[in-house]
């Protein structure tokens, strides 16, 4: 089974700083990787995802993340953060077989005006 | 991209008692999943529900607590019986999309917060 380490639960940033949300999983076989957001009571949100190609994955609201096979980790970046970013951020790893998700522990992001 | 709705969006429920919730997609898809998140907690699957066969449990969660339904291809519930206050979390619908061998995203609905007293 997989498993993800999101290593900070809790990150507080100023308002227009950057951010970077870790996320490292365990397999190293083939992985596809996601990135959700949970804002304050609602559902979760794909953020972005990388099934194969370019390592640098970017996503919407101006969110990217970058796969790095050897270090297995999967990080969220924002070069500018707005307090509409504050919520919860998940990853979440599936192998190439089965179809089970397997996410991380979150990272509640706080933005400070 | 698949829209998913899920009924009740929270109740308040009394020990021993059973609640079901439902989950509806606007498309048809063969896998469907449900999820549950505890207070300050991740995601943990229930189980994984295909149209037309018994629904897969994963370990820890048993048919008896979480009986699930299957009807069609648009269509689960998920019912929580005999409510303990352990029980207290929102439950998530997820549909997965795409094409089998693009392993697409899982979309999620917005849950059902369930609070037993």
């Known amino acids: 089974a997989q498993s993800v380490t999101q290593l900070d639960s809790q990150v507080p940033v100023f308002e227009e700083a950057p951010v970077e949300l870790r996320c490292n999983y365990s397999s190293s076989v083939s992985v596809y990787l996601f990135w959700y957001v949970q804002y304050p009571n609602q559902g979760l949100q794909l953020l972005l995802k990388?099934?194969?190609?370019?390592?640098l994955v970017k996503g919407i609201n101006g969110f990217e993340a970058e796969f790095n096979k050897s270090q297995t980790s999967f990080h969220l970046r924002k070069p500018s953060v707005h307090i509409s970013d504050t919520a919860e951020y998940f990853c979440a790893v599936k192998g190439d077989t089965g179809n089970q998700f397997y996410f991380g522990t979150g990272t509640s992001l706080t933005v400070i005006p | 991209s698949a829209v998913i709705s899920q009924k009740p969006s929270r109740d308040i429920c009394q020990r021993g008692t059973s609640l079901t919730i439902q989950c509806q997609v606007d498309?048809?898809?063969?896998?469907m999943f449900w999820y549950r998140q505890q207070p300050g907690q991740s995601l943990t699957l229930i189980a994984t529900?295909?149209?037309?066969?018994?629904?897969?449990?994963e370990s820890g969660f048993v048919i008896d607590k979480f009986p699930i339904s299957r009807p069609n291809l648009t269509f689960s519930t998920l019912t929580v019986s005999n409510m303990s206050p352990e029980d207290s979390s929102i439950y998530l619908c997820?549909?997965?999309?795409?094409?089998?061998?693009?392993?697409?995203?899982?979309?999620f609905g917005p849950g059902t917060r369930l609070t037993v007293l």
């Open positions: 997820s549909v997965e999309d795409g094409a089998w061998a693009t392993y697409n995203e899982q979309f």
């Open positions: 529900a295909n149209q037309g066969s018994e629904a897969t449990y």
């Open positions: 990388y099934l194969s190609g370019s390592t």
């Open positions: 498309s048809q898809v063969t896998m």
